[in-house]
């Protein structure tokens, strides 16, 4: 079965790090485009960094640019989401998701066909 399983999340100071995995299974990882998003209480889901399926190109979102890096494994079927200087705005659910085709509209969570469960990173002092 189709799974996505987000790991690496938790409680951490602002200024610091955290490493989000996501390990897939049940598709052919290499070849659909990786996201990952997150949410706040009360906000929509946001767009937060996407790579392709090649892992030659990335994207994100302006709020986390500089800070974020996404990258991929695909003999291990596996999307990375390195977080450095955390701040607070960070807090939310963090989730993987993968998607077959991604066009343009990498930034859109409905053009994504898999979804995983969630990480919850919460960035407080």
Wanted: charged share 20%; with cysteine.
């Amino acid at each position: 079965q189709v799974q996505l399983v987000e790991s690496g999340g938790g409680l951490v100071q602002p200024g610091g790090s955290l490493r989000l995995s996501c390990a897939a299974s049940g598709f052919t990882f290499s070849t659909y485009h990786m996201g990952w998003f997150r949410q706040a209480p009360g906000k929509e889901r946001e767009f937060v960094a996407a790579i392709r399926w090649l892992g030659r190109m990335t994207f994100y979102a302006d709020s986390v640019k500089g800070r974020f890096t996404i990258s991929r494994d695909n003999a291990k079927n596996t999307v990375y989401l390195q977080m450095n200087s955390l701040k607070p705005e960070d807090t939310a659910v963090y989730y993987c998701a993968a998607a077959r085709n991604i066009g343009d509209t990498f930034k859109d969570t409905l053009n994504y066909d898999y979804w995983g469960q969630g990480t919850q990173v919460t960035v407080s002092s």
